[in-house]
Each structure stands twice: as C-alpha cells, then as structure tokens.
C-alpha cells in the first residue's frame, strides 16, 4: 500500500499546485489527483503559509492569462457538431456544423474567470460622468432644509 496523498507543506508541492493552476486546473481539479493533496490541504496551506499565499495568487494571475489565450484558440478552431432537434411531429432534423453555442459558452466561461481573477485587466471598465458628459455633481441636503453643492 502507498504512502497516500502527501499533507505536509513543502515547496517542491506548492510550485507543483502553483503550476498546476497556472495551467488553468482548479484546486478541485488538482485535489483529485492522488499525487496531490486535498482540496482541504491545500487551503490550510493558504491559511498557514504566507510564501504559498502570494505564490499561489501570481498562481492565479497567470491563469487569467491562460483563460484569455484560450478564448483566441475557441474563437478561432471551428469544431464540428450535430444538433439534433425534435419537430413537433416527433420527427429530427438533424443539422451539422459548427458548434458555435459551445464555443460562446466555454469562451463565456473563460472570460468571465479571467475577469474576476484579474479585474484590472480583464475586467469592465466603468466611466462616471455627470450630465452631457461632464463632471459629477453632488448635491447635500442637510436636516434644515438648506441645500449645498459640489461642482
């Protein structure tokens, strides 16, 4: 019998779940694997070892980058399939081609992760501005009635 999922904290592990996620795996993904610890272990790490803490978050900001790489190759590799829709009449009509709702939902996928991973970059960008484009104006009310603005 093996020795079992390793639990003890060692750099040699943290670089290997950090590339792992750097790969786009999550720690789900990387916890079912019995060469790794489990999904447990590795956040107690987190909680417990600061170096892993800041390795692993440069873990996830490469693995925006790769979500965002992939989109390109989704986007660009058309992957044929067959959709099959039921008539009213009980019969099919079976149509080939390419997969184009799978491609926006996985390309969907992709960029909504790398958006929360990485919201500087990948994230939407919001612009404030007052009336016709200009600048933000507040106005005050106080308990007196008395109004006071800020242009």
């Known amino acids: 019998m093996g020795a079992g999922r390793p639990s003890s904290y060692s750099k040699i592990m943290a670089d290997a779940i950090c590339e792992q ?6 720690v789900s993904q990387i916890s079912n694997d019995p ?17 892993f803490v800041e390795q692993y978050a440069r873990a996830r900001e490469l693995q925006a980058e790769h979500y965002a790489s992939e989109i390109i190759a989704l986007a660009d590799t058309p992957v044929e399939a067959r959709k099959i829709t039921i008539k009213a009449d009980g019969g099919e009509e079976v149509t080939v081609g390419d997969s184009v709702e799978r491609s926006k939902l996985q390309i969907e996928s992709r960029k909504w992760i790398a958006m929360k991973l990485l919201p500087k970059k990948y994230g939407e960008k919001l612009a404030v501005s007052g009336d016709d484009g200009g600048p933000v104006k507040f106005i005050v009310e106080y308990v007196g009635g008395q109004n006071a603005s800020n242009k």
């Open 21 to 26: 996620i750097a790969l786009g795996r999550s």
């Open 35 to 51: 060469d790794f610890p489990s999904e447990t272990t590795i956040y107690n790490w987190l909680n417990a070892f600061p170096e």
